[in-house]
């Protein structure tokens, strides 16, 4: 009988002790510790591997600027013999490409197309054949101002036609521009595309201009 009893017993404290096993509460995991200010964080072999990932990316976009070409406009110039000055010191320091500008001011009397400025004569000569080639008869060789060694391609009385015209010769393949004709009194600029490490400054320097300002190079194309 006494057997019996404890053998109840027994079982009665197993049964108790497995229900509350089963129905106690989930242990609170540990807050970590505090990381100390100033102590580099331990890193995982696998982790430091992985870090760097991004830096050879950054490396080729420093790459391609370091050697990205640089471009401005200096000036005004008032003269034509003061422009073709500083046309001739800019070349050897700015040998991608010097082009010369005309801005003028006042009413607009009309609207001209034209390529901008070659680098010398024989290259302005051999776009204007090109012209010729692609079947337009109106065409003339500019050796003399800020517009020296550029091709003219027209004049014309208003706007539409002149960039139908200039629409026209782009899609021959030339990069014809279209811009007014005005009375006022017109300023000279050189606009210039130079190799990376070129010195704006130094080029301000040498060409006597004036002034210097920012030129995106895709307007040099």
């Known amino acids: 009988m006494l057997i019996r009893a404890l053998i109840v017993l027994l079982l009665a404290l197993n049964l108790g002790v497995a229900g509350w096993w089963l129905l106690r509460a989930p242990p609170t995991p540990a ?51 003061e422009i073709e000055r500083a046309r001739a010191a800019l070349r050897p320091i700015a040998s991608l490409q010097v082009r010369g500008r005309r801005v003028q001011t006042g009413p607009i009397s009309g609207w001209r197309v034209y390529l901008p400025p070659s680098e010398d004569l024989a290259a302005a000569q051999a776009a204007a054949a090109r012209v010729a080639e692609a079947g337009f008869t109106d065409y003339f060789v500019m050796r003399q101002g800020a517009d020296a060694n550029a091709v003219a391609l027209g004049r014309y009385a208003d706007e539409a036609t002149a960039r139908a015209h200039a629409a026209a010769l782009a899609a021959a393949g030339f990069a014809a521009l279209a811009e007014p004709i005005r009375s006022g009194p017109v300023a000279l600029w050189l606009d210039l595309r ?28």
């Open 31 to 81: 807050e970590p510790a505090a990381h100390p200010p100033g102590v580099a964080r331990l890193q995982l072999l696998g982790e430091r591997s992985r870090a760097p990932a991004a830096a050879p990316a950054a490396a080729g976009a420093a790459a391609r600027q370091a050697t990205a070409p640089q471009c401005l406009s200096l000036g005004p110039f008032e003269t034509a013999a």
């Open 194 to 221: 130079a190799a990376a490490g070129f010195d704006p400054a130094r080029a301000q320097e040498i060409s006597a201009a004036p002034r210097r300002e920012a030129l995106d190079c895709a307007e040099l194309q």
